[in-house]
């Protein structure tokens, strides 16, 4: 059974580059647009990875993971985190928040495919 992965990005280009990209490599893909939908979809297609933009307009990423983790449904699903803004500390407040892996934009695939391979050899 394909492993299934939420893709939390509002950039339309991204969010369908993530998409093929993880298709095309043999996942299951759900994707969402808005931060406020998150955790709403989340617990119904029940993803064994979530890529998570992190600026996200109306509600941080940041806030979303934290949430994420306090789910008890949701918070085994470890969280890729995406994002542009890739200033002095923030992977460091990114994984606090309990992301398991950190890529900063633009992404290239092959570091991106791998980080999703880690993620699910972990």
């Given at each position: 059974?394909?492993?299934?992965?939420?893709?939390?990005?509002?950039?339309?280009?991204?969010?369908k580059l993530f998409c093929d990209i993880l298709k095309?490599?043999?996942?299951?893909?759900?994707?969402?647009?808005?931060?406020?939908?998150?955790?709403?979809?989340?617990?119904?297609?029940?993803?064994?990875?979530?890529?998570?933009?992190?600026?996200?307009?109306?509600?941080?990423?940041?806030?979303?993971?934290?949430?994420?983790?306090?789910?008890?449904?949701?918070?085994?699903?470890?969280?890729?985190?995406?994002?542009?803004?890739?200033?002095?500390?923030?992977?460091?407040?990114?994984?606090?928040?309990?992301?398991?892996?950190?890529?900063?934009?633009?992404?290239?695939?092959?570091?991106?495919?791998?980080?999703?391979?880690?993620?699910?050899?972990?």
């Amino acid at each position: 059974m394909p492993k299934r992965v939420l893709v939390v990005e509002d950039n339309d280009l991204n969010r369908k580059l993530f998409c093929d990209i993880l298709k095309a490599n043999g996942f299951t893909v759900e994707p969402v647009a808005d931060g406020g939908d998150v955790l709403g979809v989340a617990r119904s297609f029940s993803p064994d990875l979530i890529i998570m933009d992190i600026h996200l307009p109306h509600v941080s990423g940041l806030d979303l993971i934290t949430a994420l983790k306090k789910d008890q449904a949701l918070s085994h699903v470890p969280v890729l985190a995406v994002t542009a803004y890739a200033g002095k500390g923030d992977e460091e407040r990114i994984r606090d928040a309990g992301a398991a892996e950190y890529l900063s934009k633009p992404v290239s695939i092959r570091p991106f495919i791998a980080s999703v391979e880690r993620l699910f050899a972990a």
